[in-house]
């Protein structure tokens, strides 16, 4: 990267941040090219948010530096960085007008009036809301709030674009709809953009880029069929999506053997003997087609089926395996194969997106 | 607009205390501090009568009851804010006196002074002003609703009918209060005296803090007996108060309202010039509206409701023995009278 | 625009920008330095002044405990000492109960005119504490009109304990009731309908659901007034007749005898059960705040005809009683001469105030409340905001938020004794500030610091916490925003803290006891004066006087909050919704 010939939006080196005997964050590595939207996932406490902070300057790392444009802002306060904030609660000004808003920062560089009002439009117009500008933001509804904050964030026009858990306060509709404006919103704009969310949803859907967060470090930086399909790390495979994950041991030659059957993964790596845990997503089968031809064959009992809408979950008990499967399947299938509570289920395993990790490396 | 917004608002609020700081010490006038525990509704008559002599020089009056005025000024005895002392207690200035506080000065017209009103050495370093005694203010009214009848005597109130019905003041606060003890100890020998105080102390309701609350709770009804002075009784009787005055054959506690000039103070000629008017004819004029005797004893003038023997009804008081054990009188009057439990 | 262009209009930008952060800083580190000397000089140094006396001579010599043990082995002061106690206790015991059924009618039951009852209550605290004390004598005194009654209860009279704590206790009501009426508030409906739903008579529901509830703000309550009866000094002034305690024994220590170690000792005493409360109360609090989540439900009372109907006679006699003490006093003062003369008069307040020299004292006090309501909402506003809000210097913000939180568990008496021994002594440079309006009004700031403090915390903690980040990285400096958006969103609570200090430099008698001078004389203190002087007419005068401005600059308030609600309404409402 140093040969680059554009430096990163944003480098993050080494920043590593606690608060008294409490590590928030270790080690932090991670670098963002220009007009990248990038996605800090985990669970609450994995240290996502902090690291935003530190980005904007509203927490001080312990050590490690922060590099903006190739400029070194490890100690600048906050108005000394170059970036727009949106925050889950949206934090606009109350007495103030939705056009006061988001001229909030323009007034303060003195430009000429005219010239804030002309942009001001322009913003309302980008967010769609080329009509709220008299409006307080208490008049508003929440997702139009979020758009308003996000057009003050943007109207100084940031190099950079940060997002605390900007829908997590919305509801699911608004939620989804507001998630695809962003994103094309970032993409029109080639915006920097880093958001923090603890909805991996989210995160798959809108970035180019996932950084999975656990415990104050990073468990995988990927694009988010990286971090979906190839997940780097069993936690990474069971915080993202659903997971089914089986108890077993290397059997060599790509064979792991669990309960009383041999399934053929074609993963290399384990010495025979190795206890392992396989991990295979709910859509990591077949269902249809000549299932006698495939390897890999199993069946099961169907004890509970949970209806998500154009997809459904079956709960799958195979004997063989002594264990319990995930199982997913259309609607559409449910009702061809005439899948119900307590029938029978055949199905054959898709190998090529499982992974397989050895039981030490699981906590 | 170089100065921040926030700091113009502090430095605004530092100049608004400056400003409020210095509002109070602006003057052109001589201005002399005078120590005072005269009645407030007698201060303004006296301001007055100085200022038609002396308009150039401005009085500012610290006034407090007896008790609290000597405290004070003992407390300040290092570095004494005083200019004069005016209107307290002869016993007290004796106290002053003998911590070499204050100054010798002979005003002028000193010798129409009676000798028994004035520190006797020379020049005196106090002369007083008026003569204040102990008078008994009476309430007919509640007296005649429980059958009460009036006290000749100081003795008359040890009696068990004025049980709860006597207030008198607080010998530590008030300057009437300790010339009440200090005559009874005087005229009845220390050892009856303060039999005569356990007896009396069966009978009071309350002490108080000053030498009027005792007669404005008489002259109110409150209490029927209230042991003060002259002075107030008659203010109390003069707006319709149902009292009458009663001063006890035994013989009246009293003590001299006095001038006296403090030793340190940087304004002395203007000091000396009060100590001069203080002791005027013009002066004596004034007193002589409040009490029935003045300094001066050819300017007193009776007074309604006292009689023309008050004079000769005065105990015999001993300055310099009064203040010399003041300390000593008060605590032993504590230990009896505020440690052991109130009486009902 | 080429690339260099753009690079030293950045450089540019960023050198502006440099110097407006320079300045922002500045702001933040001065304001709390400010803040933090200020508390140091005129709160921690004059309580420190106190502690260091208490062991020292009158030469200012170390001599260890002995002060202690002089007063220790002073029968009158031990016993002073058990009295305050005892007047405390029971004024607590009386006002609590009496407090809770009123709050609770207010607040669990459907009795019409709820408004009205509570500003009732509440009116006490418009008026000196002395009102009270007058009033009960001209009711209960040995002229009293409702002395016959004194017999009911087997007293032969008003003056002393039941004096004092009657009349502490109906000034100390209205802030039993303040918090009583909060703690009844919060209550979760769901607990109530479960109880129901499991056929729970209403009496267990009352001793299982309503208090236990209610628990933290009766602990909170008792102690706010057990506080105020220790460290009252006024009514045991005017109406505690031969009945000493720590109050007074420390203004006759200090103010009449001028022995300022002994005063020392006592306050230090005086300091120890406030301190105590404090902790407590502190305690307690912190465990309401757990009490209750987000997604309680409020609870609504439901009509009961009988209960309803005790519950509104029940305050409607007290409503009758307070209204009769605080009537007392103002007709007391109109009357010429009670009681023998009832003829109506304004003599008292005319008249009777110049010859007891204290015509200057009403005027002083407005001063000195108006002072105070503008200095003292500004600061504590603006110290709120800058510990709670700015960034940086983050060693200084719990110094000052101790200090801030301090003034609560000291007694005003205390202060005012502090303030007597850091401030008049001649070497200290601040020695200048005795006796002027000056030092009234910083005492009384310190002294009401802690309620407007935590009022304006609160306030503030309402608000979005991204306010000053959003701010920041928008390149605005934190007081544009501050002045923008904080202060314009925070006025009704700014309002409400200025109306606080005004009502209470109006009315406060035992720190500036000690601290006022000729020329600065109180109101709430010539009150003390004329009652001295026997001018009880005056002296109710006096009193009603100050009660009607606080009443009035109450009204006023209230018509500037609502013209600015009215206003705001637009975002206001909005933003509710």
């Given at each position: 990267m140093a040969d680059s010939p554009v430096p990163d939006a944003l480098r993050i080196e080494a920043v590593h941040k606690a608060f008294g005997s409490f590590v928030a964050l270790q080690s932090i590595d991670l670098a963002i090219t220009p007009g990248e939207m990038v996605c800090f996932v985990g669970p609450s406490g994995c240290g996502k948010t902090t690291l935003l902070r530190i980005i904007a300057g509203l927490e001080m790392q312990t050590s490690g530096r922060v590099i903006q444009n190739g400029r070194d802002v490890s100690h600048a306060p906050p108005a000394a960085r170059d970036y727009g904030i949106v925050f889950q609660s949206y934090a606009l000004f109350p007495n103030l007008t939705i056009a006061a808003n988001v001229a909030y920062g323009l007034v303060n560089r003195r430009r000429p009036r005219a010239e804030v009002a002309a942009r001001v439009t322009e913003l309302l117009a980008l967010v769609g809301?080329?009509?709220?500008?008299?409006?307080?933001?208490?008049?508003?509804?929440g997702g139009q709030q979020q758009r308003i904050a996000l057009a003050r964030a943007l109207a100084t026009s940031p190099s950079l674009l940060l997002l605390d858990e900007p829908l997590s306060a919305l509801d699911a509709k608004v939620r989804e709809r507001l998630r695809g404006e962003i994103r094309a919103l970032q993409q029109r704009l080639k915006v920097t953009t880093v958001m923090v969310t603890h909805d991996q949803e989210e995160a798959l859907s809108m970035s180019d880029r996932v950084v999975v967060m656990r415990q104050g470090s990073i468990e995988q930086i990927g694009t988010p069929q990286d971090v979906y399909e190839r997940p780097a790390t069993p936690f990474v495979a069971d915080f993202l999506g659903k997971v089914s994950v089986l108890k077993g041991v290397s059997a060599g030659g790509g064979y792991f053997r669990v309960g009383e059957v041999d399934l053929d993964?074609?993963?290399?790596?384990f010495a025979p003997g190795d206890p392992v845990r396989i991990y295979l997503r709910p859509e990591d089968r077949h269902l249809e087609g000549d299932l006698a031809q495939m390897p890999n064959r199993l069946r099961g009992q169907v004890r509970h089926i949970e209806y998500l809408g154009t997809v459904c979950l079956a709960s799958v008990q195979c004997a063989a395996l002594g264990q319990t499967m995930l199982v997913s399947m259309s609607l559409n299938q449910l009702h061809d194969l005439d899948i119900r509570a307590g029938t029978d289920l055949d199905f054959a395993l898709r190998v090529d997106r499982v992974r397989v990790f050895a039981e030490s490396t699981v906590r | 607009m170089r100065v921040t917004t926030g700091l113009r608002w502090l430095s605004s609020v530092a100049c608004a205390a400056v400003l409020v700081a210095s509002g109070s010490a602006v003057a052109q006038k001589t201005q002399l501090t005078v120590y005072t525990a005269l009645e407030t509704d007698q201060l303004k008559a006296y301001q007055e009568g100085f200022n038609k002599v002396h308009p150039d020089i401005e009085l500012t009056w610290v006034r407090d009851s007896t008790g609290i005025i000597t405290a004070k000024i003992m407390a300040e005895k290092a570095a004494p804010k005083a200019d004069v002392i005016m209107g307290v207690a002869a016993t007290s200035l004796a106290i002053f006196e003998q911590e070499g506080m204050l100054l010798p000065y002979a005003p002028a017209g000193l010798s129409r002074i009676a000798p028994e009103y004035r520190d006797p050495k020379n020049p005196p370093t106090w002369v007083g002003m008026d003569v204040w005694g102990a008078t008994i203010c009476f309430n007919t009214v509640e007296a005649a609703k429980r059958g009460i009848p009036k006290p000749e005597t100081w003795k008359d109130l040890t009696k068990p009918i004025y049980k709860g019905q006597v207030v008198m003041p607080h010998p530590a606060s008030s300057g009437t209060g300790y010339f009440d003890v200090t005559a009874w100890l005087q005229m009845f020998g220390e050892a009856e005296g303060w039999k005569f105080m356990d007896g009396l102390h069966e009978n009071i309701a309350q002490y108080m803090h000053s030498g009027s609350r005792p007669c404005a709770a008489a002259a109110a009804g409150e209490f029927v007996v209230g042991i003060s002075f002259e002075y107030r009784a008659n203010r109390e009787k003069a707006r319709g108060a149902p009292i009458d005055l009663v001063f006890p054959k035994e013989g009246l506690g009293w003590d001299l309202e006095a001038i006296g000039i403090v030793k340190t103070s940087t304004k002395l000629d203007a000091a000396k010039k009060l100590a001069d008017w203080a002791v005027s004819d013009a002066a004596m004029a004034l007193y002589a509206n409040n009490f029935a005797i003045v300094a001066v004893p050819a300017l007193s003038k009776p007074l309604p409701n006292v009689p023309a023997d008050y004079a000769s009804r005065l105990a015999k008081n001993d300055f310099a023995w009064a203040a010399k054990n003041r300390d000593k009188i008060l605590a032993e009057w504590s230990k009896r009278y505020e440690s052991k439990a109130a009486p009902k | 625009m080429t690339a260099t262009a753009t690079g030293t209009a950045a450089a540019v930008q960023r050198v502006r920008a440099t110097g407006a952060l320079l300045q922002e800083s500045l702001a933040v580190h001065g304001g709390l330095w400010l803040l933090a000397t200020g508390l140091l000089v005129f709160l921690t140094l004059p309580l420190a002044t106190l502690l260091i006396r208490s062991f020292e001579d009158k030469a200012g010599v170390f001599i260890g405990i002995a002060n202690f043990v002089q007063y220790v082995q002073s029968p009158a002061l031990a016993r002073s000492t058990g009295n305050t106690l005892v007047f405390a206790f029971l004024t607590t015991l009386l006002t609590i109960p009496l407090a809770f059924v009123f709050a609770y009618a207010i607040q669990r039951s459907c009795i019409p005119g709820k408004g009205l009852w509570r500003s009732i209550a509440l009116i006490p605290i418009l008026a000196p504490s002395l009102l009270a004390a007058l009033s009960f004598i001209y009711l209960f005194g040995n002229q009293g009109a409702l002395k016959f009654m004194l017999g009911w209860v087997g007293l032969s009279t008003i003056y002393g304990l039941p004096g004092i704590v009657l009349a502490m206790s109906f000034a100390a009501f209205p802030h039993a009731v303040m918090i009583l009426l909060a703690a009844l508030a919060l209550s979760d409906a769901r607990l109530y309908e479960a109880a129901e739903a499991l056929g729970t008579s209403r009496w267990r529901r009352f001793v299982t659901i309503t208090l236990p509830g209610a628990k933290y703000g009766l602990i909170s309550a008792a102690m706010v007034v057990f506080t105020m009866a220790v460290s009252e000094f006024g009514v045991p002034k005017v109406i505690g007749g031969n009945y000493p305690v720590l109050a007074i024994d420390i203004y006759k220590q200090v103010i009449g005898q001028q022995n300022f170690q002994m005063g020392a000792v006592v306050g230090l005493v005086l300091l120890l059960p406030a301190v105590v409360a404090f902790l407590v109360d502190r305690q307690v609090r912190r465990k309401q705040k757990a009490l209750l989540t987000a997604r309680s439900v409020p609870y609504s009372p439901r009509r009961s005809p009988v209960r309803d109907r005790l519950l509104l006679a029940y305050v409607l006699l007290v409503a009758v009683a307070m209204m009769a003490v605080m009537g007392m006093a103002v007709f007391g003062s109109f009357v010429k001469f009670w009681p023998y003369n009832l003829s109506l008069t304004l003599a008292h307040y005319t008249f009777g105030f110049a010859e007891a020299g204290v015509e200057h004292a009403y005027r002083n006090s407005l001063v000195l409340a108006t002072w105070c309501a503008v200095l003292g909402a500004a600061i504590t506003f603006a110290g709120a905001y800058w510990v709670e809000k700015t960034r940086g210097a983050d060693w200084l913000r719990p110094l000052i938020r101790f200090q801030a939180l301090l003034p609560m568990a000291v007694p005003g008496l205390v202060l005012g004794i502090g303030y007597i021994l850091f401030f008049n002594n001649p070497s200290n440079p601040l020695h200048v500030l005795y006796g002027t309006m000056t030092i009234l009004v910083i005492c009384t700031v310190i002294h009401f610091y802690s309620s407007s403090h935590l009022t304006a915390m609160t306030a503030l903690n309402q608000l979005d916490g991204e306010f000053e980040s959003v701010s920041a990285s928008l390149k605005v400096p934190f007081y544009k925003t501050f002045w923008r958006v904080t202060v314009p969103v925070c006025l009704p609570t700014a309002l409400d803290i200025g109306h606080y200090f005004f009502v209470n430099a109006m009315t406060t008698i035992s720190a500036v006891v000690f601290l006022y001078s000729p020329k600065t004389t109180l109101a709430a203190i010539s009150i003390l004066q004329l009652d001295e002087a026997g001018a009880i007419g005056s002296a109710a005068a006096m009193a009603s006087l100050i009660m009607a401005t606080s009443a009035i600059v109450t009204v006023i308030t209230l018509g500037i909050e609502n013209l600015l609600l009215r206003r705001t309404q637009r975002w206001r409402v909005a933003a509710r919704t």
């Open positions: 809301l080329p009509d709220a500008g008299t409006k307080y933001p208490g008049q508003l509804s993964l074609g993963v290399d790596g | - | -």
